[in-house]
């Protein structure tokens, strides 16, 4: 991080309705579905306590109850609820109503769905190391199609050598796939009204300004958005051990 110190906050985003989990999802919020004896969501706030993360918002509204009782039973990255449960506010819309929480240095943003095996070096230590505010407004976490497990799109980024990245073009594919998990200055977020809105409007603006940057990931990515994605994803984990 150019001399400056890892961010010690994150964003998990945890509070949506998980349709394509179904039948799952009807009894049970999707960041508590459990793959491999642990909950969906607990991967992703194991690593970020591991990168010395301190604290996490973590917003709710499917079976609310649900999460706020199973987060409780955490200590470390320390838990912040942000209640969404009046309005689902999505990706960007939750972030810009945690701001208060966040504060004003540089945070993770992670997506309570998708968790990731480490291979050589520290995913989140790593990302952190690339990020550089004077030229990013964000920095993705990048895996290629060979590192994804249970993913099955077209790719969501291309990618130059220094990381600058921009939209798939229509009728194209890329290797490249956002891991979902981003390291973000608040300022772009300070101003805005609380209101429903995709990351992607952010992601688009940094894009126009070429301020959003790619870092390649390490090891294995894991997107578990379907029953069959479980066994999916148990299955590399076994193989990985």
């Given at each position: 991080?150019?001399?400056e110190?890892?961010?010690?906050?994150?964003?998990v985003?945890?509070?949506?309705?998980?349709?394509?989990?179904?039948?799952?999802?009807?009894?049970?919020?999707?960041?508590?579905?459990?793959?491999?004896?642990?909950?969906?969501?607990?991967?992703?706030?194991?690593?970020?306590?591991?990168?010395g993360?301190e604290?996490?918002?973590?917003?709710?509204?499917?079976?609310?109850?649900q999460?706020?009782?199973?987060?409780?039973?955490?200590k470390?990255?320390?838990?912040?609820?942000?209640?969404?449960?009046?309005?689902?506010?999505?990706?960007?819309?939750?972030?810009?109503?945690?701001?208060?929480?966040?504060?004003?240095?540089?945070?993770?943003?992670?997506n309570?769905?998708?968790?990731?095996?480490?291979?050589?070096?520290?995913?989140?230590?790593h990302?952190?190391?690339?990020w550089?505010?004077?030229?990013?407004?964000?920095?993705?976490?990048?895996?290629?199609?060979?590192?994804?497990?249970?993913?099955?799109?077209?790719?969501?980024?291309?990618?130059?050598?220094e990381?600058?990245?921009?939209?798939?073009?229509?009728?194209?594919?890329?290797?490249?796939?956002?891991?979902?998990?981003a390291?973000?200055?608040?300022?772009?977020?300070?101003?805005?009204?609380?209101?429903?809105?995709?990351?992607?409007?952010?992601?688009?603006?940094?894009?126009?300004?070429?301020?959003?940057?790619?870092?390649?990931?390490?090891?294995?990515?894991?997107?578990?958005?379907?029953?069959?994605?479980?066994?999916?994803?148990?299955?590399?984990?076994?193989?990985a051990?």
């Open positions: 991080m150019n001399g110190a890892a961010p010690k906050k994150a964003m985003l945890a509070a949506g309705l998980g349709t394509r989990m179904r039948p799952i999802t009807d009894r049970m919020p999707k960041p508590l579905v459990p793959v491999a004896g642990r909950a969906l969501i607990d991967w992703g706030l194991d690593s970020l306590a591991s990168a993360v604290e996490a918002v973590v917003n709710v509204h499917h079976h609310a109850d999460m706020i009782a199973h987060l409780a039973g955490r470390y990255p320390r838990i912040v609820i942000s209640d969404e449960r009046a309005q689902l506010l999505d990706s960007a819309g939750a972030i810009i109503r945690a701001l208060p929480q966040i504060g004003s240095d540089p945070f993770f943003i992670l309570a769905d998708t968790f990731w095996i480490e291979g050589a070096t520290a995913n989140l230590t990302l952190a190391a690339q550089d505010p004077a030229r990013m407004d964000f920095l993705l976490m990048i895996a290629v199609m060979s590192q994804a497990v249970g993913y099955g799109g077209r790719g969501d980024f291309v990618m130059d050598k990381g600058l990245l921009a939209r798939v073009p229509e009728l194209t594919m890329s290797p490249y796939v956002y891991a979902g998990v390291i973000a200055d608040p300022r772009l977020f300070e101003g805005e009204a609380v209101h429903p809105v995709s990351l992607n409007r952010f992601f688009d603006r940094a894009i126009a300004e070429g301020r959003l940057y790619g870092a390649r990931m390490d090891g294995l990515w894991l997107t578990v958005g379907t029953p069959e994605a479980i066994g999916e994803a148990e299955h590399a984990i076994a193989a051990r």
